[in-house]
């Protein structure tokens, strides 16, 4: 037991006199921090922001557009239309002219056959399919009015009701789609439950892998078994990961809670006080899972190198919550999204990504857990099998197949 | 120059004839794939077929005609006619419906409706009501006029020498450079990735001191560099492939993909760009390799350039809106963060000549100081063990 304290207070120091790990660990959320109070004044307005805005946005240029219209459509302008912004030419080589004299900033000519085809070209010198600054939705409304033979109340019926009252019968509170919010949280919440648990766990693996590389390892095992080595490893990491969670997740509520006053956030974006209960428990399972099957690995590899190339075999379960993320924010509760959270390879992140997304029932959270820890019980004890002496030192090239059946206890 | 050969077709295969390579060379494809098969499954699961109710007071859909059918992956969405609120809350609330809208009577006046929901209909089946309320405004309409009006007009930006297009239907020829772009630089920053482990591995295992026994450092650099280039080359080569074979297959099924137009000074301006970024990554990397001692320890140090050759990406959408920001410009004159900007604006704006000139210049100003950088680490660092060089060193007036 003393050994295993050894290995443990070893890790921990080893670890914790790295200037990278202080950096993930209080630099990040001190970064984090630091964005959030800037998004924050830059939300109420000050000069930073409109400094931000210029740095980011394009040149300034003339509003005025010209339009050449070869149809015939339009013949009169609305009167809603503030005059000056578009302006009729007879031809295009006159609005060309006008553009290349900086009198308009791009023109439309609508051919002869736009009420058959609907084409209209816009010439713009920039080029900028996506630019805010253009006059076309106005266009589209002259042309709609014209069409219409000049009757305003039909034209501005025909983009759906003008004001469309939206009532919710449900009883739980609604998130707006429109939030950025409702996407970001539980997106912030994956990602970080990613980090957290492959960032303790291949620490897990480097530190096994570059001992037996620089034949630490052979040296060691004289005086402790195995098993000690593998226990002091797993619960040292675990111990370090654990408070890197307990860092991050206390930050990203104690902002979110903040950010409540500085947005004005309706409630429904508040994390209960059981998030963070169940947090800890899916990132120390979890890491139970990968952590061991990281180890499992680094006993077999002969080195560093391959150690990393033989991560994906580990971590590919915990890549498929990430790649299928937007269907579990969009649809918390639907069939895949149960399935992946219940499931114990996916389980630790996929779950926390519906619990930060909300309407989980207790049950599901429950037998999730219950499943995740039988789950880390047999990998645990595989790996504790694999982790001995012959495998330790033995500096055979690693395959796939030598992993998987030493994980079924199949030598 | 027999063993500049030698040395080049040696490092060429490798790396290629290597199953990992080959892995990573078709999985982009594949990877690219199943992102398009995933759009679209969830485009499809987005909409939702489960009816929308109405009930009308207005008299405007007494004769309702159905909206036009929605475009594949979206799906169509039933509208049902109610007479009486309670019967569509009861529906609503036995999922029989997904939404349903009380048209008031002077809704043609006011234009004022309620929607009524349990969990907010995605905007898909809210643009199919619209598009049915419309309809119905519109049949009194010539068929012609309620035609266009209903299906919008279709603008074409056209750059004003009208060489380039794009337009809702074409947006191929936006994506395309963008595309081309991209995979440019995921290619050149993982072959120049292999450069910098065959530099540092021969070192580490000690193959580099037999080499030099035998050729200059200057073959064996230039040859690394050069076996470097064509690796990287077989790459873009192969997913050039992919995708006009893509390009050809889709347009069968999507014709939006139809309509493609190169326009050579494109293509001019991504290849000047891209060529002198290539060399420049790569001396940077077999610098890299040259000046530490271990191949972890490199990988490290290359993820301080890999940031800022990908830090544009971050800034895409502000990019794809403001094509000529102040900041655009300005990383369009960084070395490091050229290439990607140059990709990512050249799509949405014509850049400026001169802009393209001087990001250029500074390009091949800075690939010739990268590839200096390498020789002088490379023959400063090649025989040295377990102490990592220097950069005051290689700065340093020491003759080498």
């Known amino acids: ?411 | 120059m027999s063993k500049f050969w030698k040395i080049a077709s040696h490092e060429y295969s490798r790396h290629v004839f290597r199953r990992r390579f080959l892995m990573a060379l078709f999985s982009v494809p594949l990877i690219m794939v199943f992102m398009v098969v995933l759009i679209i499954v969830i485009i499809r699961m987005d909409s939702n077929p489960t009816p929308i109710g109405y009930i009308d007071h207005s008299g405007l859909l007494a004769n309702a005609i159905s909206q036009p059918a929605a475009k594949w992956p979206e799906r169509t969405v039933p509208m049902l006619a109610y007479t009486d609120e309670t019967t569509a809350k009861a529906d609503l609330q036995a999922g029989k419906l997904q939404a349903y809208y009380i048209i008031p009577g002077d809704y043609l006046t006011t234009g004022q409706a309620q929607e009524i929901y349990l969990k907010e209909p995605k905007g898909i089946a809210a643009q199919q009501f619209d598009a049915f309320l419309s309809a119905n405004l519109l049949a009194n309409q010539p068929a012609e006029i309620a035609n266009r009006i209903l299906g919008g007009s279709n603008l074409i930006v056209q750059s004003s020498d009208k060489t380039r297009e794009a337009s809702k239907d074409r947006f191929i020829n936006i994506l395309l450079p963008i595309l081309a772009g991209i995979l440019f630089i995921v290619g050149m920053s993982t072959s120049s990735g292999y450069l910098m482990q065959a530099v540092v591995e021969e070192k580490e295992n000690r193959t580099m001191e037999i080499m030099v026994t035998s050729v200059s450092p200057g073959q064996l650099m230039s040859a690394k560099v050069i076996a470097d280039i064509a690796i990287g080359v077989t790459q873009l080569l192969v997913w050039a492939l992919f995708i006009v074979l893509a390009l050809i297959i889709g347009k069968n099924f999507i014709p939006s993909l139809g309509g493609l137009k190169f326009s050579g000074e494109m293509i001019a301006i991504i290849v000047a760009v891209m060529v002198p970024a290539f060399i420049m990554i790569s001396g940077l990397m077999a610098a890299v390799g040259a000046t530490v001692s271990e191949a972890s320890e490199g990988q490290q140090i290359m993820g301080l350039f890999t940031i800022p050759i990908w830090l544009p990406y971050i800034f895409i959408a502000v990019f794809i809106q403001n094509p000529n920001s102040p900041l655009a410009i300005a990383m369009s004159f960084f070395p490091l963060t050229a290439p990607m900007t140059i990709a990512l604006r050249i799509g949405f704006t014509s850049i400026p000549s001169w802009q393209v000139i001087v990001s250029v210049i500074i390009l091949v100003l800075s690939a010739i100081g990268a590839v200096w950088l390498a020789g002088r680490a490379f023959r400063l660092g090649m025989l040295r063990y377990g102490q990592r060089l220097h950069w005051k060193e290689i700065f340093s007036r020491q003759r080498v």
């Open chain 1, 1 to 411: 037991m003393n050994k295993t304290l050894l290995v443990l207070k070893h890790e921990i120091t080893t670890i914790l006199s790295r200037p990278s790990f202080l950096f993930a660990m209080f630099g990040i959320p001190i970064i984090g921090a630091a964005v959030f109070i800037i998004a924050g004044q830059l939300n109420k307005g000050n000069p930073a922001q409109n400094l931000l805005t210029q740095l980011i946005s394009s040149p300034q240029t003339t509003l005025a557009e010209g339009y050449v219209d070869q149809s015939g459509i339009i013949k009169d302008i609305p009167a809603s239309v503030q005059p000056g912004l578009l302006v009729a030419f007879p031809d295009e080589a006159s609005a060309s002219q006008a553009m290349v004299d900086g009198k308009i900033s791009g023109y439309y000519v609508i051919p002869p056959d736009y009420i058959q085809k609907g084409n209209i070209n816009y010439i713009r010198p920039d080029f900028n399919p996506l630019s805010s600054s253009g006059q076309s939705a106005l266009l589209d409304w002259i042309l709609q009015v014209n069409l219409l033979a000049g009757n305003t109340q039909l034209a501005t019926l025909i983009n759906g009701p003008k004001n469309l009252e939206k009532v919710s019968l449900s009883p739980a509170p609604q998130r707006a789609e429109s939030n950025m919010l409702t996407f970001f949280l539980p997106y912030a919440v994956t990602m970080l439950f990613y980090i957290i648990i492959l960032s303790a766990a291949s620490l897990l693996l480097s530190s096994v892998a570059k001992e037996k590389e620089n034949r630490v390892l052979e040296i060691l095992l004289l005086s402790i078994t195995p098993r000690q080595l593998l226990t002091g490893k797993i619960v040292g990491l675990g111990l370090l990961g654990l408070v890197q969670t307990i860092a991050w997740v206390g930050t990203g509520r104690i902002l979110l809670a903040r950010s409540g006053t500085t947005f004005n956030l309706p409630i429904a974006f508040q994390l209960p006080p059981s998030f963070l209960i169940w947090g800890l428990i899916f990132f120390l399972l979890g890491y139970a899972v990968y952590a061991s099957l990281m180890a499992g690995l680094g006993a077999l590899v002969p080195n560093l190198r391959e150690a990393s190339q033989a991560t994906i075999l580990v971590i590919f379960p915990l890549i498929i919550p990430i790649f299928l993320i937007s269907v579990l924010i969009n649809e918390p509760n639907s069939l895949l999204a149960t399935i992946l959270s219940l499931f114990p390879l996916t389980s630790p992140v996929a779950m926390m990504t519906r619990l930060s997304a909300g309407g989980v029932p207790f049950w599901q959270t429950l037998l999730a857990a219950v499943l995740l820890a039988l789950t880390a019980m047999v990998v645990v004890r595989s790996v504790a099998r694999m982790f001995h002496a012959q495998s330790l030192l033995s500096g055979q090239p690693f395959n796939r197949k030598m992993f998987f059946n030493a994980l079924l206890g199949k030598s």
